[in-house]
């Protein structure tokens, strides 16, 4: 399932820029409407979202609304689910250079922060969070899309060290090493994101938070206990 799509005007020929999602030039009321629905529900979170927002958002009847979704729990299902779909992809495609343990760490904390301190992130966060009682297994759905899959991936990079006896997890086990250091990366970062809306994070801070992760990660963990860049 793609993301779902920003709204693009019908007469719109220009390229996209690479870094945005947008609906393909191929007439798709469903994308549309699923757009809009993002827009709105970013925006405004579940309960102060309307269809009729909705409607006019994606600029889209209302019979073609409904004829895709019946209702506006069943848009914000489809939207988070098509969020997470990306997030899980976005993960999965992240690649890292054949380098020391120490830049490897750092290269994967540097792509995980760019994924969770976007603006798009960060108000998905918000809105599922804050919908959660309401949507549970949506909200089970979003962790395991995103924090969870990361948590695998860096799995995965331990398991590189480990077989060089490079790092001991003996204590408590690789899956909880792993946790613990996407959510050393993430904690500071992402809470101070979201509590500070007006205010986002210079790349310098971003880049402190990173080689802190790291340096305290490879601390705890490294057998052979040398001196970490700073």
Not at 60 to 75: G, I
Not at 201 to 227: C, N
Request: aromatic letters at 8%.
């Amino acid at each position: 399932m793609p993301r779902s799509p920003r709204r693009q005007s019908p007469d719109a020929t220009r390229e996209s820029n690479p870094a945005t999602h947008t609906v393909s030039q191929a007439p798709d009321k469903a994308a549309a409407v699923l757009a809009g629905a993002r827009e709105i529900f970013l925006a405004l979170g579940f309960s102060a979202a309307t269809t009729d927002m909705i409607q006019q958002a994606a600029g889209v009847s209302k019979s073609t609304v409904y004829s895709h979704y019946p209702n506006k729990e069943a848009l914000f299902t489809a939207m988070v689910e098509a969020e997470c779909e990306y997030a899980l992809q976005t993960v999965r495609n992240l690649k890292f250079s054949d380098k020391d343990l120490e830049s490897i760490l750092e290269e994967s904390a540097r792509a995980y922060l760019d994924i969770v301190l976007s603006p798009e992130s960060l108000a998905l966060y918000r809105v599922v969070v804050a919908e959660a009682p309401r949507f549970p297994e949506l909200a089970r759905r979003f962790y395991v899309a995103g924090p969870g899959a990361m948590n695998g991936m860096v799995a995965e990079l331990l398991d590189r060290a480990t077989s060089k006896e490079e790092l001991d997890f003996s204590s408590v086990g690789r899956d909880a090493a792993a946790a613990l250091f996407v959510n050393m990366v993430r904690g500071e970062a992402q809470m101070q994101s979201l509590t500070h809306p007006n205010s986002r994070p210079s790349a310098a801070q971003r880049d402190r938070w990173v080689r802190e992760a790291v340096a305290s990660f490879l601390l705890a963990f490294r057998k052979f206990k040398t001196r970490v860049r700073r």
